[in-house]
C-alpha cells in the first residue's frame, strides 16, 4: 500500500478523529498520535484546565507546538495517522504545517450527532455555558460554520463519520489516499 507519509485528521469536536485514527493506524501499521493528548502530557493536565488556568491562547501555542515537533520527529521510514484538535486548522500556521507535511482529511458529522456525542464524552471547554441540548446543538452550528472556511482551506478529502461504519470510513480514506499518492508519484517521475 503506497500512503502518504503523514496522514492528518481534522475537523469539529467529537466527529471521529481519535477513534478513526487509531483504527487508521491498526489497518496500514502507522504510529497514532493525538495533538490534544500531547499537549496533556507535555502540560501534566487536562484540556480544560488548561483552558480555565492558562487561557486559550496558550493553549493555541501549544497546538502549534506540539504539530511542529511531531511532524519534524517523524521518521520517514514509518508512517503516521495524526488526530488533530478540533481548533488547530484555524491557525494559519498549522495550515500550512498541514499542507507541508500532510494527506489531510476532515471528518465531518451533523451538528445534532455532535452533540450526542460531546454529552456522552463529558466537558468541552468552548460548549462549557450551553443551557441544553437544543443550545448545545446551536452554540456547535455557529461554531462549525466559522470555522469551515479554515476546515476546508487545510483539506485534501472530506470523510463522513455520521453515515458509514468506521471500517467503512477507514477504507474510503486509506484508498483515497492511496489513489492520490500514486497520482503524486506519477506526476513527480
Known amino acids: 500500500m503506497a500512503l502518504p507519509h503523514i496522514i492528518a485528521l481534522i475537523g469539529y469536536m467529537a466527529t471521529g478523529k481519535s477513534t478513526v485514527g487509531q483504527a487508521m493506524a491498526k489497518a496500514c501499521g502507522y504510529d497514532f498520535i493525538d495533538t490534544d493528548e500531547a499537549i496533556v502530557q507535555a502540560a501534566g493536565k487536562s484540556i480544560p484546565a488548561i483552558f480555565e488556568e492558562d ?9 502549534t507546538e506540539t504539530l511542529r515537533q511531531i511532524l519534524t520527529a517523524q521518521p520517514r521510514n514509518q508512517g503516521l495517522i495524526l488526530a488533530c484538535g478540533g481548533g488547530l486548522p484555524l491557525n494559519a500556521e498549522n ?15 451533523d451538528s445534532e450527532t455532535i452533540a450526542q456525542r460531546v454529552e456522552a464524552q463529558g466537558e468541552r471547554p468552548l460548549l462549557a455555558a450551553a443551557k441544553d441540548h437544543a443550545d448545545l446543538v446551536a452554540r456547535i452550528d455557529q461554531m462549525k460554520a466559522r470555522r469551515k472556511r479554515d476546515y476546508k482551506a487545510a483539506t485534501d478529502m472530506n470523510a463522513e463519520t455520521d453515515i458509514l461504519p468506521i471500517e467503512d470510513v477507514v477504507d474510503s480514506i486509506l484508498f ?4 492520490v499518492q500514486n497520482r503524486r508519484k506519477r506526476l513527480a517521475d
Open 95 to 109: 495550515r500550512t504545517l498541514l499542507a507541508d507535511h500532510c494527506f489531510t482529511v476532515q471528518l465531518i458529522a
Open 176 to 179: 483515497f489516499a492511496e489513489m
Open 55 to 63: 487561557g486559550e491562547a496558550v493553549f493555541r501555542a501549544a497546538e
